[in-house]
């Protein structure tokens, strides 16, 4: 994720998934990425939720940006449901990373995408200013995602139409939430991440296409920071498990012990 200021970008790099950047983050207790932990090891609350009113861009400028490949713009809004409250944000840029930051029971991706926010709506001085939207993409089926392919991955210095409101509500809104940090330096804790559970089909074609942007400035090197402890946060799904189990149940995830057998 970045939002932040360019020096930041120019002083860091990925050659060790951002083990070195003790320096350039307020490490705190709510880093991310993170593993999400097994569904029956999370809680499950169906208040959570997402709503998406994006814009189609006409004249889209996607292109590499900060170890990235990015495009920026007015993306429209992100409408949220927490189990305490309500809140609106603002959709200010998307990105990608290679391989996924986030993992999935130990289970890495090829491509991650990264939507992110600004909070237009919320309580005064909410800590959570920005919110993220995560979206991986498996390329074991090989098939072209219509949506990579609007980018021009192999041009980016064309403009592209992107209808990204098309792309995200075809999606299950089943995801998982929890509270976290950018994941670049300055590595701030301010971020509501929702992360949506069905990876999308990407061809092996597009990975390729993508990840170059950005890797022929940093030789040898990936884009994804390594995952972070999750130590004592609660770590949501909004949807039932294998077992039909969610709400009712009482459940609680640490990195050292669960209420679950």
Request: hydrophobic fraction near 30%.
């Amino acid at each position: 994720m970045e939002k932040h200021a360019k020096s930041h970008h120019d002083s860091f790099d990925y050659a060790d998934g951002g083990e070195s950047w003790s320096k350039l983050c307020s490490i705190g207790k709510e880093q991310s990425p993170i593993d999400f932990p097994k569904e029956k090891e999370m809680i499950c609350d169906k208040k959570v939720s997402i709503d998406t009113k994006y814009v189609k861009l006409e004249h889209g400028v996607f292109a590499e940006a900060h170890h990235t490949a990015r495009l920026t713009d007015n993306l429209g809004i992100l409408n949220v449901a927490l189990p305490d409250q309500n809140l609106v944000y603002k959709g200010l840029q998307f990105h990608f990373h290679h391989p996924s930051e986030h993992t999935v029971a130990t289970k890495s991706y090829p491509i991650e995408l990264h939507i992110v926010h600004s909070l237009e709506k919320g309580p005064e001085a909410y800590p959570k200013t920005l919110a993220v939207l995560g979206i991986v993409f498996d390329d074991s089926q090989n098939i072209p995602s219509p949506f990579i392919e609007s980018l021009h991955p192999e041009d980016v210095k064309e403009e592209c139409v992107v209808d990204l409101q098309k792309f995200v509500e075809a999606i299950p809104k089943d995801l998982y939430h929890y509270q976290g940090s950018l994941t670049t330096p300055p590595c701030t804790e301010i971020v509501n991440w929702f992360f949506l559970k069905t990876p999308q089909n990407i061809s092996k074609a597009q990975v390729k296409a993508l990840s170059k942007i950005w890797e022929d400035s940093m030789p040898g090197q990936h884009n994804n920071r390594k995952v972070c402890p999750i130590g004592e946060r609660k770590i949501y799904r909004n949807f039932d498990d294998e077992r039909g189990g969610c709400c009712g149940v009482i459940q609680f995830y640490s990195h050292t012990y669960s209420t679950l057998s």
